[in-house]
């Protein structure tokens, strides 16, 4: 089940890296490399960290996948009425895919609740920020307002759940409270409070 989440989640990171190259408007290369950077760079991450072989290295069908994506949105983008819009959403499904398989992987090496925690986040997180600062474009994980991180959090947490209901229900639930939470903040504005500069006392 892990290794179809990480089929799942690089294959639709590497959509959303494709067509963040075709408003680039970036050649089929730059496709590729983009859908690769974002399909793949928070599951690289995760590995290393963790000091395992990274997944496309295990299982080079990885890579496989990355280009087919760029390769299909390279001849389709066009066709698409925003594909800003459509970076969003599958931002969210690949974030909720991708929180569960890295928080999954690191609960079932047997690595403490916290460390579980903050492998899903930065599985879900990683790629798409690289994606956004290599395009130039200001990161969704850092925009003022959007809830991103938050989302990658929570639906973390689930993972922790895993020896009550199983890894299965609580992957399931790290999906749904990771893709609700990111769906409210692009559809409805959810958002945390911010900020806000203070005068300094005299």
């Not at 993972?159 to 299965?168: H, Y």
């Amino acid at each position: 089940m892990l290794v179809a989440l990480d089929y799942l989640s690089v294959l639709v990171f590497a959509l959303t890296g494709a067509l963040t190259a075709s408003r680039a408007q970036l050649d089929l290369v730059g496709f590729a490399f983009l859908a690769s950077l974002t399909g793949l760079g928070g599951g690289t991450l995760r590995d290393v960290l963790l000091d395992r072989n990274p997944i496309w290295i295990a299982d080079p069908a990885f890579l496989g996948i990355c280009v087919c994506a760029a390769l299909l949105v390279f001849f389709t983008a066009h066709r698409l009425e925003s594909r800003l819009t459509a970076i969003l959403w599958l931002d969210a499904a690949a974030l909720s895919v991708a929180v569960a398989a890295g928080a999954g992987v690191t609960h079932q090496l047997g690595q403490p609740g916290l460390i579980v925690v903050v492998m899903g986040m930065l599985t879900g997180c990683a790629g798409g920020l690289m994606r956004d600062v290599v395009a130039n474009e200001v990161p969704l994980v850092l925009k003022r307002g959007e809830i991103y991180v938050t989302a990658a959090l929570l639906g973390s947490m689930a993972i922790l759940l895993t020896p009550l209901i199983g890894l299965l229900f609580s992957s399931l639930l790290c999906g749904a409270i990771t893709f609700t939470m990111r769906a409210g903040s692009i559809r409805l504005g959810w958002s945390l409070p911010t900020y806000k500069p203070r005068p300094p006392r005299r």
